[in-house]
């Protein structure tokens, strides 16, 4: 009677999906970028669209958000910084190893509805790990260099044991359409100029734009604060920026509470945000 | 129908439920030495006397919570082990307040199935609530009237020495049958019809969020709130959780995942990886408290306030901080914000 029952019972939620079932992936790929930051690239043959993340778990050891920062024919990326008790796990893990994922998960950058096409530019700033989040939107125009008229990219980083991306940087600094600022914020490296992104925003040409363009900020919340302060200072209307947020989370389903700013969750509303909206988000 | 009943009659009663349902009604926990929603036999376990120190959620959101293990290379989710229903003996605050967790469990995002599978199995009994504890202030927001209940109880019916006869109210034609044979008697319940507290909930827009996020209002709490958690872990309405890994032993590569009750007013509850937090003080955290339960949840969902007003968290705090005196606190800050300190006119 009680198997029955329990069938009956299983049954009732076969069509429930368990959202916070992970799934076991094989990482097919290790890249060291730095020191403390290595690539994952792991098998996954589903869709992704650029800013959305995956709850990426380690068993035994815990469950943290991290963005996708590549992708590719039967694969993804995740870029991940060696930091908390979670990531010193994924450190270990060599390939041919498992990673259990979840996801994706979160509202993505408004690449074909915003910031796509012939007549458009798009302007992106990144500080340190935030140039993961955006590092896909970046290959896709690098891609596709009809779906876009230039591309400005500000990348900084603290210094230049934090330089990620280096194959990468340098064939977006060769692209044409193109013009890139690596950035170290208090130090010299051939390459890179020196200064905080912000000081490098007033060297964009949005006034030559003819008001065809987007801003793009990532990176830590003092960082993607004062580099939309330093955009709309250089004349930027507020509604031509979007940032993306990086907050705790526990589910990334709008259950645990960890992002919860307001009325606003980041995992459901987010982690892309317009920036009207998230300069209206008050911790 | 209406029925009366003694003890003996309905803890017979109990005893053919507890074959479908297991009952949770609010009952003293000797080794925790406070009263907390238990299993229960009899009803004269049935603590009636004084508000129980945790809510009803524990029933069926409990505070640790296996969900999913870990082989080699899958991972398995966790059964549930008891295929009865679960029948809980409660008041109408609480009834009220899982309508509040339904709303993030059930409605933000795609349906939390570990949630679900259980709330799914939970039915109502109303223990009727006529007379207002110290800390409630139920009426006010009007949590103090249910109708969600499949039979209603009447247990406080005492006369004197002699325990009169428990009044029954069947609300759930299902559950007439275990009352057959009883003798029938008029009974409706009664709900509290005012506390002695009056909440005045703030009128929070999102026009004034800002201004009401930076008021010195705050700061009190930086050097009173210890971050110790236990008003959300007393809260029916908190819903917040972390989820932990459990290793069963070092080497080995079977574990379990587990969730646990968190609370946003821990030092380390927006703290990422980087160690890196959102908000910063004990004063921040209360006013994302203040916030969730008395703007956000409301702008969220676009019903009630989210606190019941139970009182239970002015109860639990060790350091005397009320959060009926917070909030009516708040409200007169913001009528000073809004009228440039002029004094209330009467």
Redesign the interface.
């Known amino acids: 009677m009680i198997r029955e029952e329990k069938m009956e019972e299983k049954k009732k939620f076969e069509n429930m999906v368990n959202i916070m079932q992970p799934e076991p992936h094989k990482i097919l790929h290790v890249v060291h970028e730095t020191q403390a930051e290595f690539t994952f690239r792991v098998a996954y043959e589903d869709e992704t669209r650029d800013g959305q993340f995956f709850m990426l778990s380690i068993p035994k050891v815990g469950e943290a958000p991290i963005s996708v920062s590549g992708r590719g024919d039967g694969y993804v990326e995740f870029t991940i910084r060696k930091v908390g008790r979670l990531t010193q796990g994924v450190f270990d893990l060599q390939e041919g190893s498992t990673l259990f994922l979840r996801g994706p998960y979160g509202h993505w950058w408004p690449i074909e509805e915003t910031f796509a096409g012939p007549e458009q530019n798009l302007v992106v700033i990144s500080g340190g790990t935030g140039l993961a989040p955006v590092r896909t939107t970046l290959n896709y125009f690098y891609d596709h260099p009809d779906q876009i008229k230039s591309l400005y990219l500000i990348a900084g980083f603290k210094d230049i044991s934090g330089v990620l991306f280096n194959e990468d940087r340098e064939k977006w600094a060769k692209a044409e359409k193109f013009r890139t600022i690596y950035t170290l914020d208090d130090s010299d490296a051939p390459g890179f100029e020196r200064g905080m992104v912000t000081a490098h925003i007033e060297k964009i040409p949005f006034d030559t734009f003819g008001g065809n363009y987007n801003v793009a900020i990532v990176g830590p919340p003092p960082m993607m604060h004062f580099s939309a302060l330093e955009c709309m200072k250089q004349g930027v209307p507020e509604d031509k920026i979007w940032v993306s947020f990086e907050r705790k989370m526990s589910c990334a389903v709008g259950k645990c509470g960890h992002c919860k700013i307001n009325e606003t969750y980041v995992c459901l509303e987010g982690p892309v945000l317009h920036y009207p909206k998230a300069k209206q988000l008050f911790d | 129908m209406g029925y009366q009943i003694d003890y003996e009659a309905m803890d017979r009663i109990l005893e053919q439920l507890a074959k479908d349902y297991q009952i949770f009604a609010p009952k003293w926990d000797r080794q925790k030495k406070n009263v907390r929603y238990g299993i229960i036999r009899s009803i004269a376990e049935v603590v009636t006397g004084r508000q129980t120190d945790f809510s009803i959620k524990e029933a069926f959101y409990p505070i640790s919570q296996v969900?999913?293990y870990?082989r080699a290379?899958?991972?398995e989710?966790e059964?549930?082990k008891d295929?009865r229903k679960i029948l809980i003996l409660c008041r109408p605050c609480d009834i009220n307040s899982i309508r509040r967790l339904d709303k993030?469990?059930l409605e933000?995002?795609?349906?939390?199935?570990?949630?679900?599978?259980l709330r799914?199995k939970v039915v109502f009994a109303l223990l009727e609530c006529r007379k207002s504890f110290e800390d409630c202030f139920c009426v006010s927001m009007q949590s103090n009237i249910t109708g969600d209940y499949a039979f209603a109880l009447r247990l406080d019916n005492r006369d004197g020495i002699t325990a009169a006869p428990i009044l029954v109210q069947v609300a759930d034609a299902a559950f007439e049958e275990y009352f057959a044979g009883a003798e029938a008697a008029d009974f409706q319940p009664e709900f509290v019809t005012e506390n002695k507290k009056i909440m005045h909930a703030p009128e929070i827009s999102?026009a004034d969020?800002?201004e009401i996020?930076d008021l010195e209002y705050w700061k009190q709490f930086d050097d009173r709130c210890i971050g110790c958690g236990g008003c959300n872990t007393v809260c029916g309405t908190c819903?917040?959780?972390?989820?932990?890994?459990?290793?069963y032993a070092e080497g080995k590569?079977d574990?379990e995942?587990r969730?646990v009750w968190?609370s946003?007013m821990i030092p380390t509850?927006?703290?990422?990886?980087?160690?890196?937090r959102?908000?910063k003080t004990p004063g921040?955290n209360m006013r994302?408290k203040v916030?969730?339960k008395f703007?956000?949840?409301r702008?969220?969902f676009g019903e009630d306030n989210m606190c019941v007003g139970c009182g239970r968290c002015d109860m639990r705090c060790p350091k005397d901080i009320s959060f009926f005196d917070t909030v009516n606190g708040l409200t007169e800050e913001i009528r000073k914000m809004k009228t440039g300190g002029e004094p209330e006119s009467k």
Do not use: Q, W
């Not at chain 2, 933000?108 to 599978?117: E, L």
């Not at chain 2, 819903?239 to 290793?247: E, W």
């Not at chain 2, 509850?269 to 890196?276: H, L, W």
């Open positions: 969900m999913l870990f290379d899958n991972v989710e059964e549930l295929p993030i469990f933000n995002g795609a349906p939390d199935y570990f949630y679900a599978r799914e999102r969020l800002k996020s819903s917040c959780f972390d989820t932990s890994d459990v290793l590569s574990g995942r969730r968190s946003c509850f927006t703290e990422t990886a980087g160690g890196v959102a908000r921040a994302f916030f969730h703007y956000d949840f702008a969220r």
